[in-house]
């Protein structure tokens, strides 16, 4: 069954960094990809960025191109989600997902529970 347990969210100023993790477990071949979502109060889900499985590429959200880095350490069973120079826009619920879809920014499957992102001005 799979399983998405983010961590390492918290408080940080503006124009700091901080580094998300996501430990994957029962990750099965009919997954294309896995990414990172987010969710600001009042606002829609958003896709971050995604590591796609199916087309061996990443990808960004426009918002987030060039501050924020995707990567896989497929030997810990775990994606990370390295920010930095954040803003106070990025505070958010950041959500690890999986889809069995194509468009991995645009659509999940399954998530995990989410870390929150604070970013001080």
């Known amino acids: 069954q799979l399983r998405l347990v983010e961590s390492g969210g918290g408080l940080v100023q503006s124009g700091g960094s901080l580094r998300l993790s996501c430990v994957v477990s029962g990750l099965t071949r009919e997954y294309s990809a896995i990414g990172w979502f987010r969710q600001a109060p009042g606002k829609e889900e958003e896709g971050v960025s995604c590591?796609?499985?199916?087309?061996?590429?990443?990808n960004y959200a426009n918002s987030v191109k060039g501050r924020f880095t995707v990567s896989a350490d497929n030997a810990k069973n775990t994606m990370y989600l390295e920010m930095t120079n954040l803003r106070p826009e990025d505070t958010a619920i950041y959500y690890c997902t999986a889809t069995l879809m194509d468009n991995c920014l645009y659509v999940y499957d399954r998530r995990g529970q989410g870390t929150q992102v604070t970013v001080s001005s």
């Open positions: 590591i796609s499985y199916k087309y061996g590429n990443t």
